[in-house]
């Protein structure tokens, strides 16, 4: 088992930048695979991005590619993801999650654990 926890959220203006972090708990860290996912009010949870357990995949929404990086630092139990270039459809709950096992990236039932999510909202 694991425990996501978000942070890094907030309020900015379009053009601005942020950077999400999800600290994970336990041992094993290293042995899952790492996405992010997000909601806004009305909307189906959708996917944002992933990254494999040994980095050797590397996945992102065509709505953000060239804007949002995605990484992770394993010594450190922590996934991060890079927002630049925001926009207001940016605005959204993101959620990290975990898997150690799965034959998908992009849905949300391709994921076992969740955090409680950080709210990002980016004004015009």
């Known amino acids: 088992q694991v425990q996501l926890v978000e942070s890094g959220g907030g309020l900015v203006q379009a053009g601005g930048s942020l950077r999400l972090s999800c600290a994970a708990s336990?041992?094993?860290?290293?042995?899952?695979?790492m996405g992010w996912f997000r909601q806004a009010p009305g909307k189906e949870r959708e996917f944002v991005s992933a990254?494999?357990?040994?980095?050797?995949?590397?996945l992102y929404a065509d709505s953000v590619k060239g804007r949002f990086t995605i990484s992770r630092d394993n010594a450190k139990n922590t996934v991060y993801l890079q927002m630049n270039s925001l926009r207001p459809e940016d605005t959204a709950v993101y959620y990290c999650a975990a898997r150690s096992l799965g034959r998908g990236w992009f849905a949300r039932s391709d994921y076992d654990y969740w955090g409680q999510g950080t709210q990002v909202t980016v004004s015009s």
């Open positions: 990254i494999g357990r040994k980095d050797g995949n590397i």
């Open positions: 336990g041992r094993t860290f290293s042995s899952y695979d």
